[in-house]
């Protein structure tokens, strides 16, 4: 089956610095990927929409200017955490969706972030 | 705006127990529903689907209705392994394979 693999799987930070975490489709073509968001005990909340080529789609109250995406190739999306603070650790999760078949997405295994 | 509930865990089961994870659904229209499920240390893997009214979506011994009377789709299983042991996220997509909505996920926790 389809293949996401994220990176890092875990990254502690000090607060103000940006943290980058890279999503990619390693045996399909990736039209459109996601990011979530996800607290403990709590679901998986979207952040953006990325289609390749073009910006992302952000979802209400996420700030375009603190997550950073970016979709350059088909097989890549990157979320930068710009300036990160505690408030900000959490677990993010991507997903990616393909051309073919019925655009079913396949997800990451996550990235735990935590700003100390 | 969208939304879907599942039932909180842990459900603690011994092997071979039958299952139900709880999940309704608010949404308009005609959503499809989903159910994920995750393993330890891995990414969430769709378990199963149905698209319209009445679909049973059925993968792995575990099956769920879409029932739209009572916007629910319970997920079951007959016999449950230690390897079912995971947490299972009931979602909902308003049109096909669009943004997802997920429930909080529900912790099922099999012993020998």
């Known amino acids: 089956g389809a293949v996401v693999s994220q990176h890092p799987s875990r990254v502690i930070c000090k607060s103000g610095t940006s943290v980058k975490i890279e999503c990619r489709s390693l045996d399909f073509q990736a039209t459109t990927m996601f990011w979530y968001r996800q607290f403990p005990k709590q679901s998986l909340m979207l952040m953006a929409t990325s289609n390749e080529g073009s910006k992302a789609t952000y979802e209400q109250g996420v700030e375009k200017d603190k997550f950073l995406i970016n979709h350059a190739s088909l097989t890549l999306s990157t979320l930068t955490v710009t300036s990160a603070h505690p408030e900000d650790s959490s677990f993010y999760i991507c997903?990616?969706?393909?051309?073919?078949?019925?655009?079913?997405?396949?997800f990451g295994p996550g990235t735990r972030l935590t700003v100390l | 705006g969208d939304s879907v509930t599942q039932m909180e865990g842990p459900v603690t089961l011994s092997e071979e127990a039958c299952l139900t994870i709880?999940?309704?659904?608010?949404?308009?229209?005609?959503?499809?529903l989903f159910w994920y499920v995750q393993y330890p240390g891995e990414g969430l893997q769709l378990l199963l689907k149905a698209t319209k009214a009445d679909d049973k979506g059925s993968n792995k011994g575990f099956e769920a209705t879409y029932r739209k009377e009572t916007t629910s789709f319970h997920l079951e299983k007959g016999s449950v392994q230690v390897s079912d042991s995971a947490v299972y996220f009931c979602?909902?997509?308003?049109?096909?394979?669009?943004?997802?909505?997920f429930g909080k996920g529900t912790m099922l926790l099999v012993s020998p």
């Open positions: 979602a909902l997509s308003p049109s096909g394979y669009s943004t997802l909505t």
């Open positions: 997903s990616a969706r393909g051309l073919s078949g019925d655009h079913e997405q396949f």
């Open positions: 709880n999940c309704t659904y608010t949404a308009t229209g005609y959503p499809s």
